[in-house]
């Protein structure tokens, strides 16, 4: 847990919405230097019943799995692994729309419903937005089983094949 992830602002956000959301729960995994601050910050809020530090997951699948929606609150992220997870099993993903993967990815191809990046308020609206309707849920799910083509194995080989053969061809064309 550390400040680039955004978990306080996704506590914060939850803290907004809670008594309109009252059986649903947030988990959060991970370990790190802020996890006593957002534990603290939890019992401020008096949610301690319904968000729970789980630490470190030893199976991301798993605990991915149990979960309804996937929230992914970062300031900045490369290629987010946990989101291609979330994504690979079906999971409405609701993410930030911080600079990297998840503009040019998520945001692009419709793979998930955006947050303004450390906006509270827009957070804790797209959250709610996702719990009250189960039809944008399940539109986000069936959207998250098209977000891996072209992520296999196969097909990011043949890009770097082609990349390859265009460097070849463009390395012999100026010997020559």
Same mark, same amino acid.
Request: charge should be positive; charged fraction near 30%.
């Given at each position: 847990?550390?400040?680039?992830?955004?978990?306080?602002?996704?506590?914060?956000?939850?803290?907004?919405?809670?008594?309109?959301?009252?059986?649903?729960?947030?988990?959060?995994?991970?370990?790190?230097?802020?996890?006593?601050? $957002?534990?603290?910050?939890?019992? *401020?809020? =008096?949610?301690?019943? @319904?968000?729970?530090? #789980?630490? /470190?997951?030893?199976? &991301?699948?798993?605990?991915?799995?149990?979960?309804?929606?996937?929230?992914?609150?970062?300031?900045?992220?490369?290629?987010?692994?946990?989101?291609?997870?979330?994504?690979?099993?079906?999971?409405?993903?609701?993410?930030?729309?911080?600079?990297?993967?998840?503009?040019?990815?998520?945001?692009?191809?419709?793979?998930? $419903?955006?947050?303004?990046?450390? *906006?509270? =308020?827009?957070?804790? @609206?797209?959250?709610? #937005?996702? /719990?009250?309707?189960? &039809?944008?849920?399940?539109?986000?799910?069936?959207?998250?089983?098209?977000?891996?083509?072209?992520?296999?194995?196969?097909?990011?080989?043949?890009?770097?094949?082609?990349?390859?053969?265009?460097?070849?061809?463009?390395?012999?064309?100026?010997?020559?």
């Amino acid at each position: 847990m550390s400040e680039e992830k955004g978990h306080e602002i996704l506590i914060r956000a939850f803290a907004k919405i809670e008594h309109l959301i009252h059986e649903w729960s947030l988990y959060i995994y991970g370990k790190g230097i802020l996890e006593t601050k $957002l534990k603290r910050l939890i019992l *401020d809020l =008096d949610l301690n019943k @319904k968000i729970k530090i #789980k630490g /470190v997951s030893v199976d &991301n699948y798993s605990s991915i799995n149990e979960c309804q929606i996937y929230a992914h609150t970062s300031f900045y992220e490369g290629f987010s692994n946990t989101i291609l997870e979330a994504l690979s099993l079906n999971k409405c993903v609701l993410a930030t729309d911080c600079p990297g993967v998840n503009k040019e990815f998520l945001e692009k191809n419709k793979f998930a $419903l955006m947050c303004r990046t450390g *906006d509270v =308020d827009s957070v804790s @609206k797209q959250l709610l #937005k996702l /719990v009250k309707n189960k &039809n944008l849920r399940k539109y986000f799910e069936k959207k998250s089983s098209k977000a891996l083509k072209g992520l296999d194995v196969e097909s990011i080989g043949e890009q770097w094949l082609a990349i390859f053969n265009k460097l070849f061809l463009n390395f012999n064309n100026k010997k020559n």
